[in-house]
């Protein structure tokens, strides 16, 4: 079959010459292998191209009857068509449809079409799906935050600049950064599936058609919101995909912060947190160890993500206005980075929903930190209305002396260490009131206190979350209508096929 197929190839599509490509070159140009992720969407655009065609009166009811035939056998067994043997899905899927029907009819189905408008109809329908299972995908991971976040709006943990001891923190907080993050990640996707969800077939080549094709019922039949209007625009433009590859390049470079923050606090000397057996992997050599291997997956991969991008951006930006065989390159490394983002998102949603939070052992970290310095400032601030830099001067000096007497906390200072203090930064407050505030403001203590909007305070952390929550359950419900919106079309344009089906056969 494939040789009497690839027979019909070259007098198919090799209407200047009658020899077919050497086997090197075929292999060398075609994009068989990356149009597996497209035989779906080929034979849907395919489908309401047909459809369209015979309602301008191009195909008649019979020879659409057979084309849509021949194309249902495809969507049933996608490995019918031999992709490796022909330049990419959309040469071997015609061919398939010739050699079902005849040249007479399925020669009639490229009318009006070329492989220019037709390979990025495919890539977008394909991304408008990815979106979505994205989507979602980050949706979950946003979820299980949220939920370990209001587990954790009281558990008192340490904040860190330069990965140093910084400020008194509570753990939710820090997870709800997280999901500050992966809403503004979300975001970019979801404004970009308008742009992707905009059909450019009938583009044709690059100048359109004198034959008078209906581009709005074909954008229609196939569930999406408008054209991309301008023939030249439809089908050389690849802006949307490098903002695709982009948005997928920054949620990965937010997983990968996640990934480097868990990684560190799983370690023996942080012990924050421990990451489920499930989600970790052992050594061959070393019995007592447990890898956080998972997350360093999702870090690495992060990298060949943004090679990706780079990957696209620098095909796309070497092209004149027209399509070239080298955009076909970008297909790899785009449907590589939807793999590697839809895998790296569920796996960390699995880690997230499987750590083990060491409270006592936050506490006790934070009990015995310098971080608390800043809080104690800010009272005297407060309580004794001296300046702020006054104030970070005298406990400054008090963190001083404490390093110098073993690393002893603040509280354990003895009154006449404090004085000696005071004397030393010429300050007149008197060292038992200052005592007072140190011993007082325990990290609880200290979180309670924060006033800020958007600080670690328990009670931010309730409004925080209500407010995450909220706004999770919106995006969710304009997703499932987005989805719901393309499920529908696509259910339509499977009743309209059979309907000419049927009435083919009459
Ligand atoms: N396989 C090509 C791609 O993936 C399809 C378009 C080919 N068009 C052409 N004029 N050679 O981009």
């Avoid at 969800?197 to 004198?210: D, E, V």
């Avoid at 997928?248 to 799983?266: E, F």
């Avoid at 300046?387 to 404490?402: C, D, N, S, W, Y």
């Amino acid at each position: 079959m494939i040789s009497s197929i690839l027979q019909n190839a070259s007098i198919v599509y090799r209407s200047r010459s009658d020899r077919n490509l050497e086997d090197n070159t075929l292999r060398f140009l075609s994009s068989g292998e990356d149009d597996n992720e497209l035989i779906y969407y080929d034979v849907l655009g395919t489908e309401a191209h047909c459809i369209m065609l015979h309602e301008i009166g191009i195909l008649t009811i019979s020879e659409l009857g057979q084309i849509l035939h021949a194309l249902l056998e495809l969507e049933r067994n996608t490995t019918l068509i031999d992709l490796a043997s022909f330049e990419d899905v959309h040469e071997s899927l015609e061919a398939f449809v010739i050699q079902q029907t005849s040249l007479q009819i399925g020669g009639k189905m490229h009318t009006a079409r070329s492989r220019n408008d037709q390979v990025v109809l495919d890539m977008r329908m394909k991304i408008r799906d990815d979106i979505n299972n994205i989507s979602t995908y980050m949706l979950d991971l946003i979820r299980s935050l949220l939920k370990k976040a209001a587990e954790n709006k009281k558990t008192v943990t340490l904040l860190y600049t330069h990965l140093q001891q910084a400020q008194v923190g509570t753990f939710s907080h820090l997870l709800l950064s997280y999901v500050e993050a992966l809403f503004r990640d979300l975001d970019r996707l979801y404004f970009l599936y308008n742009r992707i969800n905009q059909c450019p077939l009938g583009g044709g080549a690059i100048g359109g058609s004198s034959i008078r094709i209906n581009r709005n019922r074909t954008a229609l039949l196939l569930g999406f919101r408008g054209l991309v209007i301008n023939s030249i625009d439809a089908t050389s433009s690849r802006d949307t995909m490098c903002e695709h590859v982009s948005s997928l390049g920054i949620i990965m470079t937010t997983l990968s912060r996640i990934s480097a923050d868990l990684i560190l606090w799983s370690t023996s000397e942080f012990d924050y947190i421990d990451i489920s057996e499930e989600n970790s992997s052992s050594s061959s050599a070393m019995p007592q160890k447990k890898n956080p291997d998972p997350l360093e997956i999702i870090r690495g991969k992060s990298g060949l993500l943004l090679g990706s991008m780079i990957s696209v951006f620098s095909i796309v930006k070497s092209l004149p206005t027209g399509y070239s065989r080298d955009l076909q390159e970008i297909k790899p490394a785009l449907w590589e980075a939807s793999r590697s983002v839809q895998d790296s998102l569920q796996i960390m949603k699995m880690v997230i929903d499987s750590i083990y939070v060491h409270r006592e052992r936050m506490e006790q970290v934070a009990n015995n930190s310098y971080a608390i310095s800043i809080d104690i400032a800010e009272q005297l601030v407060i309580r004794k209305r001296i300046p702020f830099r006054t104030a970070h001067k005298i406990i400054g000096a008090l963190v001083e002396k404490a390093v110098r007497n073993g690393n002893l906390p603040l509280a354990q200072l003895k009154r006449e260490q404090v004085e000696e203090v005071l004397h030393k930064v010429k300050s007149d407050l008197p060292a038992k009131e200052i005592l007072q505030i140190i011993i007082g403001l325990t990290p609880e203590v200290s979180v309670c206190l924060r006033a800020s909007a958007g600080s670690p305070n328990p009670k931010h952390q309730q409004q925080m979350i209500s407010i995450l929550n909220r706004k999770a359950s919106e995006y969710e419900t304009a997703l499932s209508n987005r989805k719901r919106h393309l499920r529908t079309s696509l259910d339509a344009l499977r009743k309209v096929v059979k309907n000419h089906l049927l009435a083919s056969n009459e």
